[in-house]
C-alpha cells in the first residue's frame, strides 16, 4: 500500500486531492448520465402509488409540476454554479456561504444536503439488497434467504467501489447506471401494460385507506416520494465541478446540455411507469411497482437485476460528496495524511453505517415520503430559488421572481407534511417487523 501524502498546506492542494474536485476533464455527456443515475432510481418505481394516492387527475398534474419545476431550479443551480468573478462554487455548502454567509450558509445548506444524500443512501441499500431478493426468488426457490442476506451483499459491493477515488473515475458505473434505469423503467411500463391487458382481476383506482386520517397520510406520504423522484440537486454542483471551466468555454453550457438530456430521459421514464404501473393494479399497486409484477418471470428478474445494478451506481454518486465531506473534514479539522488508509476506514465506516440502518429501516414507501419530505423538498425546491432571489435579486412579480416564489411554497408545503405521512407509514409498518428479518 503506498504511503500516505503529507498534508496539504493549501486549499489548491487539498482540491488536487479531494474526490469532488481531483479531476476536472468531464464531458457533458458525463453530466447527462450522473444525474440520470442520481435522479431515476428508487423514486420512479414509487411513482404508481403516487398516482395511487392521488388518484389520476391530481397524480399526473403533480408528477409534472414536479418535472418541471425541478428542471427550473436545477437550471437555477447551473447557472449560479460560478461567480461574476469566475470563482466555482463546486460545493452546495459553498453556494450557500457565498450567499448567506459563511457560518449561516453552511448550516443552512449542509444539513439539508446530508440528509439528502444519507437518505438516499440507506433507501439504495434497501432497494438494492430487496430487488436482488426479487430478482433471484423468481427463478429459483432455493433463494428464499432473508433480505437481512442481500442488504448484507449490496453492501459488500459498496465496500469495494467506494475506493474510487473520485467522480470522473466512476464514469463507467455511472453510465451502466443509466443505461439499466432506462431499460427497467421500460420493461416496467411494458410489463404493466401486459398485465393490464391480459389481467382478470377487478382494479380498484379509489383510495387505499378506508379512513379520512389514514388517506390523508397517504397523500403527505406521496408528496415525500415525489420530492425523492427528482434528486439530483443535491449533487448538480458537484457534478458540475468536474467539468472544466474557462471564461470563454463556462461549465454552465456543457451542464446545461447534460441536465436537459437528463430531464428528457427522466420524462421518458417517469410518466409511462406511473401511468402504466397504476392502470394496471390501482390501489393495490406495491410502494415499489416492480415487486407488483410477476410475468413473464424472466424478464420482470431481469429487470429487479437492472434495478440491483443501477441503485449500485446511484449510492456513489450519492456518496462521493459525502466522501468528500468526511475526508476533507478530517484533513483540516483533525490533521489527517491524506491517503489511501484514511479512504479505506472512513469510506467503509460510512458503509458501514448506511448497510445498519437499512437493515433496522428496511420500509421503502415510508422512506421515500419521510426523506423526500425532510430535505429533498428543500434542495430541489427551496434552496436555489431561496440563493436565486438573495444573490440575483430579481426585479418584483418578473418571470424568476414568480417562478421562485411559488417553487418556495411548494417547497414548503411538502416539507410540512411528507414527513408526517412518511413517519406514519414507517410506524405502521414497524408494529409488523421483526427487526433483521
Given at each position: ?267 421518458l421514464c417517469y410518466f409511462p411507469v406511473a401511468i402504466s404501473g397504476y392502470w394496471a393494479f390501482g390501489n393495490e399497486v406495491e410502494d415499489d411497482v416492480l415487486l407488483s ?145
Amino acid at each position: 500500500m503506498a504511503e500516505p501524502n503529507p498534508r496539504p498546506n493549501t486549499e489548491a492542494e487539498l482540491n488536487s486531492w479531494l474526490p469532488i474536485t481531483a479531476s476536472r476533464k468531464a464531458k457533458w455527456w458525463y453530466s447527462a448520465f450522473h444525474c440520470v443515475t442520481a435522479m431515476v432510481g428508487a423514486g420512479v418505481l414509487g411513482l404508481p402509488l403516487v398516482l395511487a394516492r392521488l388518484g389520476w387527475i391530481p397524480g399526473i398534474l403533480a408528477i409534472l409540476v414536479a418535472w418541471l419545476v425541478t428542471w427550473y431550479t436545477v437550471w437555477l443551480l447551473i447557472q449560479l454554479h460560478e461567480s461574476e468573478t469566475g470563482k466555482r462554487f463546486d460545493r452546495f455548502t459553498e453556494l450557500g456561504q457565498h450567499a448567506f454567509g459563511e457560518y449561516l450558509g453552511f448550516w443552512l445548506v449542509m444539513p439539508q444536503q446530508l440528509i439528502v444524500q444519507v437518505g438516499s443512501n440507506i433507501v439504495y441499500m434497501v432497494t438494492g439488497g430487496k430487488s436482488l431478493q426479487k430478482c433471484l426468488a423468481l427463478i429459483t426457490p432455493k433463494a428464499d434467504l432473508r433480505n437481512t442476506y442481500y442488504i448484507l451483499i449490496f453492501a459488500a459491493v459498496q465496500l469495494v467501489l467506494s475506493q474510487s477515488p473520485n467522480f470522473n473515475s466512476l464514469k463507467i458505473v455511472s453510465l451502466l447506471a443509466a443505461v439499466m434505469s432506462i431499460s427497467y423503467s421500460f420493461i416496467a411500463t411494458g410489463a404493466s401494460l401486459w398485465k393490464g391487458f391480459t389481467g382478470h382481476h377487478v382494479v380498484n383506482y379509489g383510495f387505499r385507506s378506508t379512513t379520512t386520517i389514514n388517506i390523508i397520510f397517504d397523500i403527505f406520504s406521496s408528496l415525500g416520494v415525489l420530492s425523492f423522484a427528482f434528486a439530483g440537486h443535491s449533487v448538480a454542483l458537484e457534478i458540475q465541478a468536474t467539468i472544466p471551466s474557462t471564461h470563454t468555454k463556462p461549465s454552465k453550457n456543457p451542464m446545461t446540455k447534460g441536465v436537459t438530456v437528463a430531464y428528457l430521459i427522466v420524462a421518458l421514464c417517469y410518466f409511462p411507469v406511473a401511468i402504466s404501473g397504476y392502470w394496471a393494479f390501482g390501489n393495490e399497486v406495491e410502494d415499489d411497482v416492480l415487486l407488483s409484477l410477476e410475468h413473464p418471470k424472466w424478464l420482470i428478474s431481469a429487470a429487479n437485476f437492472m434495478v440491483f445494478i443501477h441503485v449500485i451506481g446511484s449510492y456513489q454518486v450519492f456518496g462521493m460528496p459525502i466522501f468528500d465531506k468526511i475526508e476533507s473534514a478530517l484533513v483540516t479539522k483533525w490533521h489527517f495524511n491524506p491517503g489511501r488508509p484514511l479512504r479505506l476506514v472512513a469510506r467503509s465506516a460510512y458503509v458501514v453505517f448506511t448497510a445498519f440502518m437499512a437493515l433496522i429501516l428496511p420500509f421503502f414507501g415510508g422512506l421515500l415520503g419521510f426523506f423526500g419530505g425532510l430535505a429533498f423538498s428543500s434542495t430541489s425546491y427551496i434552496i436555489p430559488c431561496a440563493v436565486w432571489l438573495k444573490t440575483q435579486k430579481p426585479k418584483a412579480w418578473s418571470i424568476h421572481w414568480i417562478l421562485c416564489w411559488t417553487s418556495l411554497l411548494i417547497g414548503f408545503t411538502i416539507m410540512t407534511v411528507a414527513p408526517i405521512g412518511g413517519a406514519h407509514e414507517i410506524i405502521v409498518s414497524w408494529k409488523s417487523y421483526k427487526l433483521f428479518q
